[in-house]
T-cell receptor
Framework: AQSVSQHNHHVILSEAASLELGCNYS??????LFWYVQYPGQHLQLLLK??????LVKGIKGFEAEFIKSKFSFNLRKPSVQWSDTAEYFC????????????FGAGTRLFVKA | SAVISQKPSRDICQRGTSLTIQCQVD?????MFWYRQQPGQSLTLIAT?????????ESGFVIDKFPISRPNLTFSTLTVSNMSPEDSSIYLC???????????FGQGTRLTVV
């Protein structure tokens, strides 16, 4: 069965620390890859996406992610986090299984200490 | 981007009753989906709402429990039937762009069953 695994459920960092959130998926076909973010009290919104081309993609607010096909991974990074990055981060994969279906990882709650 | 409005935003319901959640998109979209986000968990796809035909349900979800309507390209409803406390969750409507499958979400409906 297709699945998306996020390695960390809770992460606590101090401001200016570097962030890397792991994401692996299990599906052998073509995928579109996403990271979504949910700030406290807000709805889910897109952080960044990968469809094709350069495997290193840049998103909003200084986030980037790297697609490594051989590892089925799409890890999210930010060199220096801010208190305002406190949120829940979801990795997601869209599969084409005759129709498009998006599967979400379990999410990672990031808390950044000021 | 698509703007998605859901109604109601929250409700408290008695067990055994049913609740219908409405989802309105501000533009015509081909793909609409319903997700459930249980407390502390990730998003689980309930079904794909197909315009003019029966919804496509994911494993573990059935039409009798979660009937879905999609009368046109901008509107869908999800009914949670014969509710029990286990149905307490956030229910999210989503649309996706067909060309890149980027997902947009409504603010969700927070349902509490007592």
């Amino acid at each position: 069965a297709q699945s998306v695994s996020q390695h960390n459920h809770h992460v606590i960092l101090s401001e200016a620390a570097s962030l890397e959130l792991g994401c692996n998926y299990s599906y052998g076909g073509t995928v579109n890859l996403f990271w979504y973010v949910q700030y406290p009290g807000q709805h889910l919104q897109l952080l960044l996406k990968y469809f094709s081309g350069d495997p290193l993609v840049k998103g909003i607010k200084g986030f980037e992610a790297e697609f490594i096909k051989s590892k089925f991974s799409f890890n999210l990074r930010k060199p220096s986090v801010q208190w305002s990055d406190t949120a829940e981060y979801f990795c997601a994969v869209t599969l084409n299984t005759g129709g498009f279906k998006t599967i979400f990882g379990a999410g990672t709650r990031l808390f950044v200490k000021a | 981007s698509a703007v998605i409005s859901q109604k109601p935003s929250r409700d408290i319901c008695q067990r055994g009753t049913s609740l219908t959640i409405q989802c309105q998109v501000d533009s015509q979209v081909t793909m609409m989906f319903w997700y459930r986000q249980q407390p502390g968990q990730s998003l689980t796809l309930i079904a794909t709402a197909n315009q003019g035909s029966e919804a496509t349900y994911e494993s573990g979800f059935v039409i009798d429990k979660f009937p879905i309507s999609r009368p046109n390209l901008t509107f869908s409803t999800l009914t949670v039937s014969n509710m029990s406390p286990e149905d307490s969750s956030i229910y999210l409507c989503s649309s996706q762009r067909p060309e890149n499958t980027e997902a947009f979400f409504g603010q969700g409906t927070r349902l509490t069953v007592v």
